[in-house]
């Protein structure tokens, strides 16, 4: 009994220990074969997901992955969600003004998937009037891009296959990423496309770590680097080679082009990359007096807007009570903001250098939601009036459009509009098409909500119009519309105020508005909140007037039922 209990006592003390060691919380994105991405068992794996296996035991901490979206690992890394970054990640200067990296662990180089019958052949041929150039945000590639080829279009996509198959449609002249993944997706359109694997420039691939505050030294970057030189050292890299990358291996080898993991050479440059001082803001008083003053009527309708106007004022009572509400909306604002300082390190230059670039997709926003409201009006009244016909094959028509695009995800309407729909009519005006599949979904709903104000009117108000001598359409006009009109006001405002909203779904098919335009300005910095605050901030300046002109509507025309 007592070897028994001494048995269960270490037992229990050995679980208790695993318990309090604190885990290893290693981000990635798992859609990038064979580096990262989920088996046929539904579980990570690849070449990153082993190293990071192999770090945990070497650091001897549990192991848990975060399944991220590629561009948004940095943000998670600065704000303490995640310990490290293993995801193919290049290391170059500009992350490193954000972020740190270990001692490089993989030598690539950047490639191009081109047209199988393109004349590209090298960067030179990229550098000709009108090409264009696909890339996917946040990612060395489109930065190249957007540096070495200033005269071309550059278009960017949230997703490899995206890209590829912008090439393969013809819709873009060339993909700039790297090596292995050029190589992947030119096997999956070989009939379509070429794969040029000569490295228009070397990258160097690295675990990327959290900036240390204060100008602490990062424990964990010297524990990563004595790692990865170990697991080289012990031919590890090999291994991983022959499991995943064997054929990858053997053709860039009878290219003569050095494999990924044939020769690493350390990064020296980032401890004086990191001791620069930062650059000092430009000034541009016309960007902050019209932003500003944008800010400023935002505020004063918010305030009309929510402010109670049916009752008279309680005195002090009522303003002590706004004096409280903001006391503890600012003190909540000041413990989150002050909570994340603590960890996240502030990097404001790069967004301001892009200021004019984000203003401009803001208003780009602004026309493509008017341009969508005006179409998805008439698209809503055509359904109505078609749903009313005495012809029952466009009745049963327009219930079916209806339902069907109700059914259906608007990105799954973009992505099918765009790809296929529009390709079987060459049509490749990405603005237009864009505005118009927008404006089909909204209609859907419009029509809708029109149909049910119309259904809400009392037949009786019909016939008695028609009865006194009013034709079909004056008793729609003049009695029936009117009232529906009415009822309707609110859920069509609200209508308009999301379409301004679901406009930010058309970057997923390179539409440069508001939101495209901070995921660029954010993917080239590196940066993560310092884009997202600029752009919730940006529509509210556009939905906040929108909602005080729809109450105001809605108080013009309000009656009495």
């Known amino acids: 009994m007592r070897i028994l209990l001494s048995i269960s006592l270490i037992c229990l003390a050995g679980c208790t220990a695993v318990q309090d060691r604190e885990p290893l919380v290693v981000g990635m994105e798992l859609t990038y074969p064979p580096f990262e991405f989920v088996n046929e068992d539904g579980n990570p794996d690849g070449?990153?997901?082993?190293?990071?296996?192999?770090?945990?035991?070497?650091?001897?901490?549990p192991l848990e992955i975060e399944n991220l979206k590629f561009d948004t690992l940095i943000t998670a890394l600065k704000s303490g969600n995640i310990d490290c970054v293993i995801s193919s990640m290049t290391a170059n200067d500009e992350r490193r003004q954000s972020i740190d990296f270990s001692d490089p662990y993989v030598t690539t180089g950047l490639a191009m998937l081109v047209?199988?019958?393109?004349?590209?052949?090298?960067?030179?041929?990229?550098?000709?009037?009108?090409?264009?150039?696909?890339?996917?945000?946040?990612?060395?590639?489109?930065?190249?891009?957007?540096?070495?080829?200033?005269?071309?279009?550059?278009?960017?996509?949230?997703?490899?296959?995206?890209?590829?198959?912008?090439?393969?449609?013809?819709?873009?002249?060339?993909?700039?990423?790297d090596q292995l993944s050029i190589f992947a997706h030119h096997k999956n359109h070989a009939k379509t496309t070429r794969a040029l694997l000569r490295p228009l420039r070397p990258e160097q691939w690295a675990v990327g770590l959290r900036k240390p505050k204060s100008g602490e030294k990062n424990k964990l970057r010297a524990s990563v680097n004595d790692f990865l030189k170990q697991f080289r050292a012990s031919g590890k890299f090999e291994i991983l080679a022959d499991r995943y990358l064997n054929e990858e291996r053997q053709l860039v080898r009878k290219l003569g082009i050095p494999f990924i993991f044939d020769s690493v050479a350390t990064v020296q440059a980032h401890t004086e990359i990191n001791a620069k001082a930062p650059q000092q803001l430009q000034e541009d008083w016309l960007f902050v007096l019209l932003v500003g003053a944008l800010?400023?009527?935002?505020?004063?309708?918010?305030?009309?807007?929510?402010?109670?106007?049916?009752?008279?004022?309680?005195?002090?009572?009522?303003?002590?009570?706004?004096?409280?509400?903001?006391?503890?909306?600012?003190?909540?604002?000041?413990?989150?903001?002050?909570?994340?300082?603590?960890?996240?390190?502030?990097?404001?230059?790069?967004?301001w250098r892009r200021r004019w670039q984000i203003f401009g997709g803001w208003m780009r926003t602004i026309w493509i939601s008017l341009a969508a409201l005006v179409l998805c009006s008439g698209v809503?009244?055509?359904?109505?009036?078609?749903?009313?016909?005495?012809?029952?094959?466009?009745?049963?028509?327009?219930?079916?459009?209806?339902?069907?695009?109700?059914?259906?995800?608007?990105?799954?309407?973009?992505?099918?509009?765009?790809?296929?729909?529009?390709?079987?009519?060459?049509?490749?005006?990405?603005?237009?098409?864009?505005?118009?599949l927008l404006a089909l979904f909204a209609g859907a709903y419009l029509g809708e909500i029109l149909r049910g104000g119309i259904d809400s009117v009392g037949k009786t108000q019909f016939d008695s119009a028609r009865a006194v001598g009013f034709s079909r359409v004056q008793a729609f006009r003049y009695v029936i519309l009117p009232q529906a009109i009415r009822r309707v006001l609110p859920a069509v405002a609200g209508l308009f105020i999301i379409l301004?909203?679901?406009?930010?779904?058309?970057?997923?098919?390179?539409?440069?508005?508001?939101?495209?335009?901070?995921?660029?300005?954010?993917?080239?910095?590196?940066?993560?909140?310092?884009?997202?605050?600029?752009?919730?901030?940006?529509?509210?300046?556009?939905?906040?007037?929108?909602?005080?002109?729809?109450?105001?509507?809605?108080?013009?025309?309000?009656?009495?039922?």
Not at 142 to 147: D, G, L, S, V
Not at 380 to 397: D, E, K, Q, T, Y
Not at 400 to 425: D, H, K, M, N, W
Request: neutral net charge.
């Open 47 to 61: 070449v990153s997901v082993r190293m990071a296996e192999a770090l945990a035991d070497y650091l001897d901490r």
């Open 115 to 177: 047209g199988k019958d393109s004349e590209i052949e090298g960067l030179e041929d990229l550098k000709a009037p009108g090409r264009t150039i696909v890339a996917r945000l946040g990612t060395t590639g489109e930065n190249f891009a957007r540096e070495h080829l200033p005269e071309a279009t550059v278009i960017t996509m949230q997703e490899d296959p995206a890209c590829a198959l912008e090439v393969s449609q013809g819709k873009a002249d060339a993909w700039i990423y």
């Open 295 to 351: 800010i400023v009527m935002t505020i004063i309708t918010f305030w009309r807007l929510t402010r109670d106007s049916k009752t008279s004022g309680g005195g002090s009572g009522e303003l002590l009570g706004y004096v409280l509400i903001w006391l503890l909306v600012s003190g909540l604002c000041y413990f989150v903001f002050a909570s994340l300082n603590e960890t996240y390190t502030w990097n404001w230059q790069g967004i």
């Open 380 to 436: 809503g009244i055509a359904l109505v009036a078609g749903s009313r016909s005495g012809f029952r094959p466009l009745r049963f028509f327009c219930r079916a459009y209806t339902e069907i695009v109700r059914g259906s995800p608007l990105l799954v309407v973009l992505l099918v509009g765009y790809y296929v729909i529009a390709q079987a009519f060459h049509a490749n005006n990405r603005v237009l098409i864009g505005v118009i």
């Open 500 to 561: 301004v909203k679901d406009s930010s779904l058309l970057s997923q098919i390179a539409i440069e508005e508001f939101t495209k335009r901070s995921e660029s300005a954010r993917s080239a910095t590196y940066t993560g909140l310092e884009a997202y605050l600029p752009l919730a901030v940006g529509y509210l300046l556009i939905t906040i007037p929108l909602a005080y002109l729809a109450a105001r509507l809605e108080r013009r025309f309000a009656y009495e039922s």
